[in-house]
């Protein structure tokens, strides 16, 4: 019996383990290895890094603290969460084990640009012609040449932050013509931004931009944006009964609680605001909450 089954590698996941394992817990990780984190070549938001750290050393280095606590780690996929008596029941990789409480950190799956090659796709994160997340590194595309791929309210407000860093923003649409209102195209025209109608598509690599073909016309960019929204790793908490909000997100409480006893959430899968400072932070409070929680059930005890 553990304490407390995580499911998901990320840093939300990884925080929660460290934090688990201090506070004397017996807790086991399983890491579908896919955290988006792994995506970023270099974060310059994460405090303590002033010149930067890559996503997947992050992990790698989070990994190491948690197991240097006692934290199992397993790799691969949660296939099911089961709900016993006063337990959850954790179904793959490996054997199912029991534990008193799960804390889901399964995360988002970012929407990438509809026929683009997983090569180019890795080439192009890379090198930093393909960017997900402005507020990331927003300030790395200050001045250049940068393009959104959306449309409608969320490709509109994409944009419009990004032109706080440049003046050169062309926002694409990803098929067809764009749809949107005539507020959002005033509020696009006034900000400079250049609209094209879509379909987009045929992306390579081109010297240090990233080319692509838009209504039959080459375009190329220093970075694209995606903003084609994200799926919610929600599964495994439909099938518990947690509460999910209209965007998919579940549910909590103030301190990370679902409204299934036992169980609790942290990261994106959570509404807030998909950063790794962020998702670390909802994990500490997890984390403590866990324990606590705990403690009146099973008092703690040396």
Known sequence: MFDCAIVGGGPAGLTAAIYLARFRLRTRLVDGGDSRAAWIPTSHNHAGFPDGINGVELLKRMRAQAQKYGVEIVNGQCERLERAPESFIVHGPGAPFTARTALLATGVVNHRPPGMADDLHREALAGGRLRYCPVCDGYEVTDKDVAVLGTGARGCREAI????????????????????????????????????????????????????????????????YPALGSKIRSDLMIELGADLG?????????????????????????????????????????ATTIRNDLAERYPVRR
């Open 246 to 286: 209209e965007d998919g997100c579940v549910v909590v409480d103030s301190h990370q609680r679902t409204e299934v006893r036992g169980l609790y959430a942290a990261g994106d899968v959570v509404q807030g605001l998909d950063q790794i400072s962020h998702a670390m932070g909802e994990a500490g409070v997890a």
């Open 161 to 224: 932050f990004l032109r706080g860093y440049t003046r050169s923003i062309t926002l694409l649409a990803p098929e067809g013509p764009h749809e949107l209102d005539d507020d959002q195209r005033a509020d696009l025209d006034d900000a400079g931004i250049v609209v094209v109608d879509g379909p987009t598509g045929d992306y390579r690599i081109k010297g240090e931009r990233l080319a692509l073909e838009t209504s039959g016309t080459t375009r190329d960019f220093d970075s694209l």
